[in-house]
């Protein structure tokens, strides 16, 4: 199974700065014949279903505010918010679809208002 | 627009059963795979079973193989997920998800609770 890892757990980030979220994946999520990486991220806010803030490692879904961006490749990825806003407050999952099954999650990262 | 409705959720005794439904519309349900996803209080978010779009691919995660099934019926635009021998451990949010390899829509989910 591919293992993903996420840092930090949590973090506090003052309204208007930058929050970035690490992932690591236990093996590549890069398909080399299309040059994809199968690697998502989803925000998930308390009482709600997550959503899908971007697939292919750096494309964002429909709707998602361009302050929400996707880098990395390989086995490192890195999901920024360039200016935090209180609405951003949420639980941050990445998730691989390259290996199925299992369908991996990390272990989810934390955002607070500092 | 899509809109996933899941149903079926409740309390239950450990080892007892309980059938969750997922109502689709807003797609072509039978061209997408589909899965159920379920997040327990404190932890983080598990794939629990996937089905391809004709129904002859089912995946079901290792912790609940043999005690789950995935099911569909394209006519009726719905999935289902049959859970028996309930343990503690499947207390969960359960969510009805459209697989397109990413996980693009996302129903609110059912609450399952299992105690004595």
């Known amino acids: 199974d591919i293992v993903l890892t996420q840092s930090p757990d949590s973090l506090a980030v003052s309204l208007g700065e930058r929050a970035t979220i690490n992932c690591k994946s236990s093996q590549s999520v890069l398909y080399s014949s299309n040059n994809l990486n199968y690697v998502s991220w989803y925000q998930h806010k308390p009482g709600q279903p997550p959503k899908l803030l971007i697939y292919w490692a750096s494309t964002r879904a429909s709707g998602v505010p361009d302050r929400f961006s996707g880098s990395g490749s390989g086995t490192d990825f890195t999901l920024t918010i360039s200016s935090l806003q209180a609405e951003d407050v949420a639980v941050y999952y990445c998730?691989?679809?390259?290996?199925?099954?299992?369908?991996?999650f990390g272990q989810g990262t934390k955002v607070e208002i500092k | 627009d899509v809109h996933l409705v899941e149903s079926g959720g409740g309390v239950v005794q450990p080892g007892g059963s309980l059938r969750l439904s997922c109502q689709a519309s807003?797609?072509?349900?039978?061209?997408?795979?589909m899965i159920w996803v379920r997040h327990a209080p404190g932890k983080r978010l598990e794939w629990v079973a996937s089905?391809?779009?004709?129904?002859?691919?089912?995946w079901l995660a290792g912790s609940v193989k043999g005690r789950f099934t995935i099911s569909r019926d394209d006519a009726k635009n719905s999935l289902y997920l049959q859970m028996n021998s309930l343990r503690a451990e499947d207390t969960a949010v359960y969510y009805c998800?459209?697989?397109?390899?990413?996980?693009?829509?996302w129903g609110r989910g059912t609450l399952v609770t299992v105690s004595s």
């Open positions: 807003g797609f072509i349900f039978s061209k997408y795979w």
């Open positions: 089905m391809n779009e004709d129904g002859r691919l089912k």
């Open positions: 998730q691989q679809y390259y290996v199925t099954p299992p369908r991996t």
């Open positions: 998800v459209r697989d397109s390899g990413y996980f693009d829509f």
